[in-house]
């Protein structure tokens, strides 16, 4: 049976949630030629694990000639490779959608990915829904949001967090705006918030919510949106960031599927 290849960018803990699901057999649609990481000792970790190439490069990555390019790295990540990638035919799953906040990348990246035929596929992540949330976006105006609650110890290393937040009995707001605001203050935090603005209203349109909730374990992203007719509420909890990893593991398989959602 022919095999898509695929290669991974970024082998921390997302990448290697996607290649112990290929190794498990649930991407049999798949051949993992290579990864691709800043950090050579990950790098060289996850390719021996699944006896893929580790590259020090996206160079030696792309000349694997891999059909798609897993992004599971930063936004930075994906500003540097998303135009090379899709130049060497390659298609992008993106984790780190935060990065397409920025409208001129994001058009930019648009427009290679028509003229070079390759797609960007964004990965449901810690949220879901998209299909229910693009209808509703198509129907009529809509508002759009998205309020998401953390414990207080994640929210440490952002410019929001201060000590007190750890003994704090209340849940509190730390963060009210737009999306684009969002990600600019939290930029690996709120790729979920990114991710429900291209899908409903766009980042300048849809409203953010951050809560610092004492004692709780975990991400709540409950994401709402009213039309005239409809009334859409998305709501996902999970414990660790492990569903982002498993998304892009349904969405593969999707891509491969004869009987495809969407
Ligand atoms: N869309 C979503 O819902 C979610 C997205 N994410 C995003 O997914 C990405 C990966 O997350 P994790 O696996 O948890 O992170 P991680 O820190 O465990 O792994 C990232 C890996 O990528 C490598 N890396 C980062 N920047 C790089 C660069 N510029 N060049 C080469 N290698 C680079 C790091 O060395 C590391 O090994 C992050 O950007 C995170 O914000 C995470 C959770 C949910
Ligand atoms: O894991 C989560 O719940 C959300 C997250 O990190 C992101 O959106 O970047």
């Known amino acids: 049976m022919h095999k898509l290849k695929f290669a991974i960018a970024g082998c921390g803990f997302l990448g290697n949630i ?5 190794r498990q057999g649930l991407l049999a649609d798949y051949e993992l030629v290579g990864c691709f990481g800043r950090n050579a000792a990950s790098t ?3 390719a021996d694990k699944n006896a893929c190439q580790p590259c020090a490069t996206l160079d ?6 891999p059909d798609y390019v897993v992004e ?7 500003r ?3 135009q090379p990638t899709l130049s060497a035919g390659a298609n992008l799953i993106v984790l780190s959608i935060g990065a397409f906040a920025d409208a001129d990348f994001l058009s930019q990246i648009e427009t290679l990915a028509r003229t070079t035929g390759r797609r960007v596929h964004l990965a449901s992540g810690a949220i879901g829904g998209f299909d229910v949330l693009r209808t509703a976006a198509l129907m009529s ?3 759009a949001g998205i309020r998401t609650e953390k414990g207080p110890a994640s929210l440490r290393g952002t410019p929001i ?3 007190e937040l750890l003994t704090a009995s209340a849940p509190s707001e730390v963060f009210s705006g737009n999306a684009r605001d969002a990600i600019g203050l939290f930029p690996t935090k709120v790729n979920v918030s990114v991710a429900t603005a291209l899908a ?3 980042v300048a349109a849809t409203q953010v919510s951050i809560n610092s909730v004492p004692g709780f374990l975990g991400d709540d992203h409950r994401i709402e949106v009213r039309g005239e007719e409809v009334h859409v509420v998305v709501d996902t909890y999970s414990r660790t960031s492990a569903i982002a990893g498993w998304s892009v593991v349904a969405l593969m398989r999707n891509l491969a599927a004869p009987i495809a959602f969407g």
């Not at 996607?18 to 290929?22: I, Q, R």
């Open 18 to 22: 996607v290649a112990d699901a290929w």
């Open 44 to 46: 060289a970790a996850l």
């Open 60 to 65: 030696e990555l792309l000349a694997l000639r």
């Open 72 to 78: 599971a790295a930063s936004p930075g990540l994906l």
């Open 80 to 82: 540097d490779i998303a």
């Open 141 to 143: 105006a809509i508002d």
């Open 161 to 163: 967090f201060n000590e």
């Open 200 to 202: 409903t209203a766009g």
